[in-house]
Structure formats: C-alpha cells, structure tokens
C-alpha cells in the first residue's frame, strides 16, 4: 500500500467514524456532455467539489457556464457523461431522483394554482401517506418558519412573487429533505423583494439547518447568503471560497472581473525590499505589492486593485503607497458614493469609488489632473 492510499484509507475510517465529517454532496471530476445537432457540446468540463452538511453553498456565474447542468446532476436528472456524484457518502451516480433524499426549488414556483397555500405545502406527505396528526404539525410548522402563518387559505394567485416563492419553500422543505437545491429561486422577483428574500432565505437555512445548494448569476446574492461560493466560466469551477475571498483574493482575472469592479495594471515586477516588490508600469509610476501575494520578479506581471480601495487626490501622495497618475474622464454621483473613470498616463482605465462620508464635495472634475493611491496590502498579483 502506498503512503497516499494507506492516507486517503485512514481519511476515509476517520469520516466513517464521525458521521459530521461526511460530505453532503461531493461531486467528482464531473463531466456533461450534450449532443446537439451533430456537435459534442461540453457543458460541465470536470468539477470536483466537497459541499459540507448544514452549508449554503452557491454556485456562480454567467449565463451558460454550467451552473444549472451541475445541479441538474446533483438532483438526478442528468445523468454525468463521466465522474460520480456522492450523497452523504453514497454514490447515487445512477441512483433516480425521487431516491435520493434531495428536493429541487426553480424560479417558477410550480405551485398548483387550484391548491390552497396549505393544500400545496401539504401535497408531498399526503402523497407519503404522513397521518393527520403528524401532518398537520409539519405543515404548520414550516408555515410558521417562512412566516405565512394565517395565509393558509390563500390561493397561489392571491398571493404576491415573495410569498409564492416562500410557500414553494415550504413545500420542499415539508419534506426534510438532506439538501435543497434552488435553482435562481428569486429570479422572477424584482430587486427590493429579491433583497428581502435573500435574508429570509437565509435565516430559514440556518433554522432548518439542512444543506442548501444554490444557483445563481448575481453576485450579491452570493456574496449575501453564502457560506461558500464556487464560481464558475466555462463547464469548470475557477474558484471555490468563502464570499470574503472570493472578493478580496479573486483568483484569477475572470473572477476578479465578475464580482464586482476591478482595476488591473499590467507592468514589471522587481524586488524593492525584503518584503516588498515593486511593479513598474512606465511612464515613471510603480505599484508596491507585498511579497507573497504572487508577484514573480523578473517578467511581466498583472496587478489588480479594488475601486473603494484607491483614494483620489490632487496632490501627490506620500511615500510608501502605490501612486499613479491619470486625468478624470468621467464622474458620476450615486448618492452613498461618486464613482470616477480615470485614464491612467500608461494607458489603463481605473475606476475609483470614493464615499461621501463627509460632505457632498467632488473631489475633481472631468479633466482634473488627479493622484491615485492605495496602501501596498490592497493590491496583488493575478493569474490568468
Ligand atoms: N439539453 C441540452 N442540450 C444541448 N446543450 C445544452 C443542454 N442543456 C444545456 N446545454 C448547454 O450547456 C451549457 C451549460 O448550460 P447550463 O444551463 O448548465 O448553464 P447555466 O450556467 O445554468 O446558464 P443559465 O444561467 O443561463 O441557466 C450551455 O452552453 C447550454 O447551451
């Protein structure tokens, strides 16, 4: 026996003997392909990811990348081309849906329209054959957790997008699943009750405290509710990480690019001082990063820095800050903040947030001359 498999044994008795430690749901080297008129489309390309019991786990990403495919395997209703699917440590890789302890909610709520509101929460154990008791304990329990207790009698379309969605909630939930998978469950509402729901939704994970996966293409959302987050481009996942991370620390330039805004220099990476490296962009500015954060001395190198990270100045900054300079293009005021495009003398385009926390004073104009400086800490280097 090798030392990895004598390792990966003892990981294995380890997880057996602690019931806690065995993952929800673990998906390895996971491939979907489709057949579509002649072509081999590839929609999932290989992810391999570890969901623990009792977490909110997203899955981010553009329209296409394979979100929706990656459920869809979780749930059952896809089978993968290759790789296996695990459920709490079971391989359910050819196990049918309806076997495997996990319930789907989709952004159209699916509810039965002739069904009153507890009529709908109640179908699945009547189905089960739950006794009246029983029944009418779990029912109106989870009314009571997604907060429609006293609305029993409603129909579907008495009721509004947030509230339908919640009874949609309940009724999956109704039937303790292990894990929910919610596909862009708040789709269909507008951004005010999308908000609302986003904290609902995640009070009620933590009450309930089953495993929820969920899909989405906004990146508040997931940086809202989630315990991790994997995002995903392309059929793969190009990082997995708490919401913190995954902000702070993108990974890679797509990451950095889709949450949020970013600000990336392209310059020559020197070391300055034992633990400082210096990356110079020509025309005379430089951007300090500290050592270890993936600035390789000697080639090129991409730089990136948050908007709110950067202060905008006339004057030249200090000594010890990374500094550039640029000319205003462009300021627009938003009320908690203004947001300014800057043309950088190297050729870049910054974007800079600056907040009004103390009076509504701009602090240049459009073709203002202007500093930009940041703390070396808040920029690093990036992969591609
Ligand atoms: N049944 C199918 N036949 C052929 N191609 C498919 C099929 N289902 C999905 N695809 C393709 O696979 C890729 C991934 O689709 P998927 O629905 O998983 O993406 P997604 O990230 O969930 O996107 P969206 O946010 O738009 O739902 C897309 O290119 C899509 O066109």
Request: aromatic residues 6%; negative net charge.
């Amino acid at each position: 026996m090798t030392e990895i498999q004598a390792g990966k044994e003892e990981a294995a008795a380890a997880a057996a003997s602690d019931i806690s430690s065995v993952p929800a749901i673990e998906l390895d080297e996971v491939v979907k392909e489709y057949q579509a008129h002649g072509e081999v489309v590839q929609a999932v390309k290989g992810v391999s990811l570890s969901i623990a019991e009792g977490e909110f786990f997203s899955m981010l990403g553009p329209s296409g990348c394979g979100k929706t495919t990656t459920m869809r395997m979780i749930a059952g209703f896809e089978d993968p081309t290759r790789g296996s699917v695990r459920l709490h440590g079971r391989d359910v890789t050819d196990v049918p849906p309806n076997k495997r302890d996990v319930n789907m909610v989709f952004q159209s709520y699916a509810l039965f329209p002739h069904m009153n509101v507890w009529e709908n929460v109640a179908f699945g154990l009547r189905r089960k054959r739950v006794p009246g008791a029983e029944l009418r304990r779990r029912v109106g329990e989870m009314l009571e957790i997604v907060d429609l207790t006293g609305r029993e009698k409603r129909r579907p379309r008495e009721m509004s997008g947030g509230q339908q969605q919640r009874v949609a909630l309940a009724r999956a939930l109704v039937n303790q699943p292990r894990a929910l998978l919610l596909d862009e469950p708040l789709g269909a509402l507008d951004l005010k009750l999308r908000q609302a729901m986003q904290i609902e939704l995640k009070r009620i994970q933590r009450e309930v405290g089953i495993t929820f996966v969920y899909v989405t293409h906004d990146q508040n959302e997931a940086l809202t509710m989630s315990d991790r987050i994997a995002v995903m481009n392309d059929g793969l996942v190009e990082q997995l990480a708490g919401p913190r991370e995954i902000y702070e620390r993108p990974a890679t330039k797509f990451v950095a690019g889709f949450i949020g805004t970013s600000n990336l220099l392209t310059g020559t990476a020197e070391r300055f001082d034992a633990s400082t490296v210096v990356v110079r962009l020509g025309e005379g500015d430089r951007v300090l990063v500290p050592v270890g954060e993936g600035a390789r001395t000697g080639g090129q190198v991409e730089v990136t820095v948050r908007p709110e990270k950067i202060r905008i100045s006339r004057e030249e900054p200090a000594a010890g800050v990374s500094a550039v300079r640029g000319t205003v293009a462009e300021v627009v005021y938003l009320g908690t903040y203004n947001s300014y495009a800057v043309n950088l003398a190297g050729g870049a385009e910054f974007t800079v947030f600056e907040q009004n926390a103390n009076d509504s004073s701009i602090t240049a104009e459009r073709g203002d001359p202007v500093w930009l400086s940041w703390q070396p800490h808040h920029s690093f280097a990036i992969g591609s």
